[in-house]
T-cell receptor
């Protein structure tokens, strides 16, 4: 079935540093790919998505490009802020196309 | 955009009692709703998938008699934790999906069983 692997955290950065969170996937076909963000004590919010190969999703300064050659969807932000401290999840639909399959989550802590 | 309201956000209950968590899609009709459980510092674990008017499909290892799911309408699904015990303490999150908005998550419910 479809699966996703993302780098383990925690990732600790200083404000204005560059952030990369690696995500690779195994899938049948070319499903949509998602990044979700979870702030402390809250549910998940969709951060960005890409629906086909070479698409770039972007939102709030974050970007991720759907790369089928490397089966990757790495999340990047050029200059992080303290408010970006959260847990980030890479996800894709299951083989049946219904339920989402999540990576293990990467906790990011941005220090002033 | 789509909004999913999950209630309550926090609940504390005594061992042996039951707790009901509601999940409502506010401005769209959800074809499918999902219930997840999240342990501290871990990823989401899918518990069950429910479609309106039919029985929920539970993931392997999830006790259907323990975690009762009702999906009575296209905008409401409930999860009832029956005879709760301290090991049921967790963060529960619902998600609703439709063809327009994709997956939308509730804000979660922190359950503490004492």
């Amino acid at each position: 079935g479809n699966s996703v692997t993302q780098m383990e955290g925690p990732v600790t950065l200083s404000e204005e540093a560059f952030l990369t969170i690696n995500c690779t996937y195994t899938a049948t076909g070319y499903p949509s790919l998602f990044w979700y963000v979870q702030y402390p004590g809250e549910g998940l919010q969709l951060l960005l998505k890409a629906t086909k190969a070479d698409d770039k999703g972007s939102n709030k300064g974050f970007e991720a490009t759907y790369r089928k050659e490397t089966t990757s969807f790495h999340l990047e932000k050029g200059s992080v802020q303290v408010s970006d401290s959260a847990v980030y999840f890479c996800a894709l639909p299951g083989a049946a196309g219904n339920k989402l399959t999540f990576g293990g989550g990467t906790r990011v802590l941005v220090k002033p | 955009g789509a909004v999913v309201s999950q209630h309550p956000s926090r609940v504390i209950c005594k061992s042996g009692t039951s707790v009901k968590i509601e999940c409502r899609s506010l401005d769209f009709q959800a074809t499918t709703m999902f219930w997840y459980r999240q342990f501290p510092k871990q990823s989401l674990m899918l518990m069950a998938t429910s479609n309106e008017g039919s029985k929920a499909t539970y993931e392997q290892g999830v006790e259907k008699d323990k975690f009762l799911i009702n999906h009575a309408s296209l905008t409401l699904s409930t999860l009832t934790v029956t005879s709760a015990h301290p090991e049921d303490s967790s963060f529960y999150i619902c998600s609703a999906t439709d063809s327009i908005y994709g997956y939308t998550f509730g804000s979660g419910t922190r359950l503490t069983v004492v």
